[in-house]
């Protein structure tokens, strides 16, 4: 045996193919066939090289740089180091980023954009603390008697109302809401002269005296602004009031509604079951949802919804509804215009106009769908399949599609008595 061929073998592996990708087959755990992967948006717009000299222009224009002037005022303000602070703080964000991916809030909970840094916000800011030693001479403090006392809160009571009244107090005869607000002003007035430290000590140095109200010697003090700031104030929500649903703020939005006005639909959900949705990690189980919503005044809408949880497919269930909410005609506020038919799936429905006093002698579905949209005279069918979820989308897409006279009388090219045949109190010659 020839020693060559083995080497030539050892030499000659390294040029061999790869075997490739498809020659080991891999077990997939899907019934279905595979397919390409979703191509995800990018999550901020393209910027093609043509629109760039645009945006240039527009960041500049928008958002200038400093000039000669501008320099010389801040080297007034600012040391050297925080100026260089500033302008390595500004280079470091691009203006075109702030032209085409940020935009200035409007809600009530915004901070200001353009502040110079030259006074303390009680809001994001800390107060400045200052300890004993900042303040010059004694700090031999005594407590009050009851008449001192007494004779304290009466005089930074006035301090107060003086403070809130520059003009003086109101005087005469007032009205109701002035005397309100002038006693609620009284009984704060009061109650901060009673919590004010300088109305339980007393002190002959005067810059002691004076550190009592200043905040910058409480520790307590500084965070007091805090509790009734604005963003306080906007957040805040009594206990028996109802959480703010962001789905049902939407969808006022969407509908330009009030709260009262969504109050006023009628909902009712009509199908309840459970579904499955078979996985490679298991059988998912889930609630489906068909529920109706309407005025009562003509207008009918039907939603679905799905979740896990009962209550969030519920609500998705009715705010589809109400925002699928189409106007249904109605003869004489009543009844429908002449006898309708659809058919979804195998089911077919058939509806018909009954004179006045006929009532709604229609199955339970069709009842409560015929409720909801204000009709009060029909009867109905269901000769064929009577599965819930077609015959409620049945019922509602014949609703909806209503031939009307003056459409029919239009298509025709006559008028809407020749339509209607009523001549001479209904009679026909």
Same mark, same amino acid.
């Given at each position: 045996?020839?020693?060559?061929?083995?080497?030539?073998?050892?030499?000659?592996?390294?040029?061999?193919?790869?075997?490739?990708?498809?020659?080991?087959?891999?077990?997939?755990? =899907?019934?279905?066939?595979?397919?390409? #992967?979703?191509?995800?948006?990018? =999550?901020?717009?393209?910027?093609?090289?043509?629109?760039?000299?645009?945006?240039? /222009?527009?960041?500049?224009?928008?958002?200038?740089?400093?000039?000669?002037?501008?320099?010389?005022?801040?080297? !007034?303000?600012?040391?050297?180091?925080?100026?260089? #602070?500033?302008?390595?703080?500004?280079?470091?964000?691009?203006?075109?980023?702030?032209?085409?991916?940020?935009?200035?809030?409007?809600?009530?909970?915004?901070?200001?954009?353009?502040?110079?840094?030259?006074?303390?916000?009680?809001? $994001?800011?800390?107060?400045?603390?200052?300890?004993?030693?900042?303040?010059?001479?004694? =700090?031999?403090?005594?407590?009050?008697?009851?008449?001192?006392?007494?004779?304290?809160?009466?005089?930074?009571?006035?301090?107060?109302?003086?403070?809130?009244?520059?003009?003086?107090?109101?005087?005469?005869?007032?009205?109701?809401? $002035?005397?309100?607000?002038?006693?609620?002003?009284?009984? $704060?007035?009061?109650?901060?002269?009673?919590?004010?430290?300088? #109305?339980?000590?007393?002190?002959?140095?005067?810059?002691?005296?004076?550190?009592?109200?200043?905040?910058?010697?409480?520790?307590?003090?500084?965070?007091?602004?805090?509790?009734?700031?604005?963003?306080?104030?906007?957040?805040?929500?009594? *206990?028996?009031?109802?959480?703010?649903?962001?789905?049902? !703020?939407?969808?006022?939005?969407?509908?330009?509604?009030?709260?009262?006005?969504?109050?006023?639909? !009628?909902?009712?959900?009509?199908?309840? =079951?459970?579904?499955?949705?078979?996985?490679?990690?298991?059988?998912?189980? *889930?609630?489906?949802?068909?529920?109706?919503?309407?005025?009562?005044?003509?207008?009918?809408?039907?939603?679905?919804?799905?979740?896990?949880?009962?209550?969030?497919?519920?609500?998705?269930?009715?705010?589809?509804?109400?925002?699928?909410?189409?106007?249904?005609?109605?003869?004489?506020?009543?009844?429908?215009?002449?006898?309708?038919?659809?058919?979804?799936?195998?089911?077919?429905?058939?509806?018909?106009?009954?004179?006045?006093?006929?009532?709604?002698?229609?199955?339970?579905?069709?009842?409560?769908?015929?409720?909801?949209?204000?009709?009060?005279?029909?009867?109905?069918? $269901?000769?064929?399949?009577?599965?819930?979820?077609?015959?409620?989308?049945?019922?509602?897409?014949?609703?909806?599609? /209503?031939?009307?006279?003056?459409?029919?009388?239009?298509?025709?090219?006559?008028?809407?008595?020749?339509?209607?045949?009523?001549?001479?109190?209904?009679?026909?010659?």
């Amino acid at each position: 045996m020839s020693v060559c061929r083995p080497v030539r073998c050892l030499f000659a592996s390294a040029s061999l193919s790869k075997p490739s990708a498809s020659a080991a087959p891999k077990r997939s755990f =899907h019934a279905s066939a595979p397919r390409a #992967a979703r191509k995800r948006r990018p =999550h901020y717009p393209s910027i093609k090289a043509e629109d760039l000299k645009l945006l240039n /222009q527009a960041a500049e224009t928008q958002y200038p740089k400093y000039d000669t002037s501008e320099t010389a005022l801040l080297e !007034k303000r600012y040391t050297p180091a925080q100026i260089a #602070a500033i302008k390595a703080a500004e280079t470091a964000i691009d203006s075109r980023d702030l032209l085409t991916q940020s935009s200035r809030r409007t809600d009530p909970w915004l901070l200001p954009y353009e502040d110079d840094m030259s006074e303390v916000d009680p809001v $994001t800011d800390h107060a400045e603390k200052l300890d004993p030693s900042d303040i010059p001479g004694s =700090h031999d403090f005594q407590d009050v008697n009851e008449e001192e006392r007494d004779e304290a809160i009466t005089f930074i009571a006035n301090e107060n109302l003086a403070k809130m009244f520059p003009d003086g107090l109101p005087e005469g005869e007032l009205s109701v809401e $002035t005397q309100r607000q002038l006693e609620e002003a009284m009984g $704060t007035a009061v109650t901060q002269a009673v919590l004010d430290p300088r #109305a339980s000590f007393r002190v002959k140095n005067r810059h002691a005296a004076a550190a009592l109200s200043d905040p910058r010697h409480s520790i307590v003090m500084p965070d007091i602004p805090r509790i009734d700031n604005r963003m306080v104030r906007q957040t805040r929500r009594l *206990s028996s009031e109802e959480a703010e649903d962001p789905r049902q !703020k939407r969808l006022l939005q969407y509908l330009n509604w009030d709260k009262t006005k969504l109050r006023s639909i !009628k909902v009712k959900t009509l199908v309840v =079951h459970g579904v499955t949705n078979q996985t490679r990690m298991g059988k998912i189980r *889930s609630m489906y949802y068909l529920t109706i919503a309407g005025n009562q005044a003509g207008l009918l809408g039907v939603g679905e919804g799905k979740s896990v949880e009962p209550d969030e497919g519920r609500k998705q269930s009715v705010m589809a509804a109400i925002r699928n909410m189409r106007p249904i005609p109605r003869y004489e506020n009543r009844t429908t215009f002449g006898d309708l038919e659809c058919k979804v799936g195998a089911t077919k429905v058939q509806l018909f106009a009954r004179p006045p006093g006929f009532g709604l002698r229609v199955q339970h579905l069709i009842f409560e769908i015929a409720r909801a949209a204000g009709l009060q005279d029909l009867a109905a069918r $269901t000769p064929r399949s009577r599965n819930k979820m077609n015959v409620i989308k049945a019922t509602w897409e014949a609703l909806c599609n /209503q031939k009307l006279p003056d459409e029919i009388a239009r298509a025709r090219g006559k008028k809407l008595v020749d339509v209607r045949k009523v001549y001479y109190g209904g009679s026909v010659h």
